[in-house]
């Protein structure tokens, strides 16, 4: 199956400082890659979408300056938590796209990044 | 209405059990249908994707009712590492391939 990568995948930051994580399809070219969130016993909640070479796109209630989203080639990803917050810390999923022959899109996951703000 | 709904759970079976899952979804303008299995504190990994006509892949059969949005999982001859978290998951919009919304899941538990 289609591998995604993360990194890293768990960090531990202070309030304030921001954190970067990055989402790589290692053997496709994903043009669109997604940015989810799940808390503890929650589902997924898509955060946003990431197309390649133009702007994300923000699911309503996330804050598009503050969890900034790139996604500078066909197979990188990166969203940016700035200025971070306790209340920020999650588990950050991302998916990439990989167009099948069959009639469903598929959606591969990366194995996550756990985050803990101190 | 939550936008898509499954079964609360847990289900607690045992070995060689058959179970079934069910999960309904708000959005009459999804086209792509999943089921994805998560393990604790795991990404979710595609268990296989849902078709009109049904499908079929080993001991997993899912099936899609567009008229009742209704999406159904079944699991034969249950296995010690079926435990799990199944996730429904169903497309946003009308096309294939855009964003996905999950299900809250329901939790399978199989002992010997």
């Known amino acids: 199956g289609a591998v995604v990568s993360q990194h890293p995948s768990r960090v531990i930051c202070k309030s304030g400082t921001s954190v970067k994580i990055e989402c790589r399809s290692l053997d496709f070219q994903a043009t669109t890659m997604f940015w989810y969130r799940q808390f503890p016993k929650k589902s997924l909640m898509l955060m946003a979408t990431?197309?390649?070479?133009?702007?994300?796109?923000?699911e309503q209630g996330v804050e598009k300056d503050k969890f900034l989203i790139n996604h500078a080639s066909l197979t990188l990803s990166t969203l940016t938590v700035t200025s971070a917050h306790p209340e920020d810390s999650s588990f950050y999923i991302c998916?990439?796209?990989?167009?099948?022959?069959?009639?469903?899109?598929?959606?591969?996951f990366g194995p996550g990044t756990r985050l803990t703000v101190t | 209405r939550k936008e898509v709904e499954q079964d609360p759970g847990p289900f607690n079976v045992p070995e060689g059990a058959t179970v079934a899952f069910n999960c309904t979804y708000s959005?009459?303008?999804?086209?792509?249908f999943f089921w994805y299995r998560q393990d604790c504190r795991k990404e979710p990994k595609l268990l296989m994707s849902?078709?009109?006509s049904g499908n079929e892949d080993g001991r997993f059969t899912a099936q899609l009712n567009r008229a009742s949005q209704y999406i159904s999982l079944l699991i034969r001859d249950s296995k010690l590492s079926d435990s799990a978290t199944y996730l429904c998951v169903v497309n946003k919009g009308g096309q294939a391939g855009t964003a996905l919304i999950f299900g809250k899941g329901t939790t399978l538990s199989v002992s010997s």
């Open positions: 990431s197309n390649e070479g133009s702007k994300a796109t923000y």
């Open positions: 959005n009459s303008a999804s086209q792509s």
């Open positions: 998916s990439a796209r990989r167009p099948t022959s069959g009639r469903a899109h598929e959606q591969y």
């Open positions: 849902v078709y009109s």
